[in-house]
């Protein structure tokens, strides 16, 4: 009867040890991707703020391009539902 009372016992550690290291890992990545979102962030403001006057038609094209991929990256498509 012990045994069965201490492997019970046993058994609840470990189950409360893998949901302790389940909630890091998902702490972690939550962080992790809250970091890359915050540098995604950083470079859109800043092809926002790039003067574009002088460029030549493809090179304003791109820069288009280039901000609208930032964008839907950080809030997602517009009606896709991808947003991060």
Same mark, same amino acid.
């Given at each position: 009867?012990?045994? @069965?009372? $201490?492997?019970?016992? +046993?058994?609840? /550690?470990?189950?409360? %040890?893998?949901?302790?290291?389940?909630?890091?890992?998902?702490?972690?990545?939550?962080?992790? @991707?809250? $970091?890359?979102?915050? +540098?995604?962030? /950083?470079?859109?403001? %800043?092809?926002?703020?790039?003067?574009?006057?002088?460029?030549?038609?493809?090179?304003?094209?791109?820069?288009?391009?280039?901000?609208?991929?930032?964008?839907?990256?950080?809030?997602?498509?517009?009606?896709?539902?991808?947003?991060?």
């Amino acid at each position: 009867m012990d045994d @069965m009372k $201490e492997f019970q016992q +046993k058994m609840a /550690e470990h189950r409360v %040890e893998a949901a302790t290291w389940n909630f890091k890992a998902a702490q972690e990545k939550e962080e992790k @991707m809250l $970091e890359y979102k915050n +540098k995604l962030l /950083e470079k859109f403001t %800043e092809l926002l703020a790039f003067d574009t006057s002088k460029m030549e038609a493809w090179a304003k094209a791109a820069h288009v391009r280039a901000v609208t991929n930032l964008s839907d990256q950080i809030w997602g498509g517009v009606g896709t539902g991808d947003a991060m």
